[in-house]
């Protein structure tokens, strides 16, 4: 089916009163978010991208944000040169905008 077409049946069915949802993996379980018609289309072939766009983030974000539960790492260096891995004060189970905004001044 074309592309074209395809939107044209979902926005029809949305005009009909149809709605679109989908569960995206995050803190917790799952959040239930309504999705456009071209979010549809593409939720088979780039789901992760779907997710990180109804999420606020680009794809590694969400991944980052999904596999880190929502927390927020320091960006310092340890003396030996590695990853400081501690958490910062108030940066756990953040929903991405905020995990996003903290993240932005260095975490």
Not at 47 to 58: H, N
Request: charged share 15%.
């Amino acid at each position: 089916m074309d592309t074209a077409v395809a939107i044209q049946i979902l926005n029809a069915a949305k005009a009909a009163g149809c709605g679109f949802y989908v569960d995206v993996p995050a803190l917790y379980g799952a959040k239930t978010v309504a999705l456009t018609p071209e979010q549809v289309l593409h939720l088979t072939s780039e789901k992760q991208a779907v997710f990180a766009q109804v999420m606020g983030l680009t794809v590694p974000e969400y991944i980052e944000w999904y596999e880190s539960q929502g927390a927020v790492y320091c960006s310092a260096r340890t003396l030996k040169g590695h990853q400081c891995r501690n958490f910062i004060a108030g940066g756990m189970y953040l929903e991405p905008e905020q995990w996003k905004a903290l993240r932005a001044v260095g975490g």
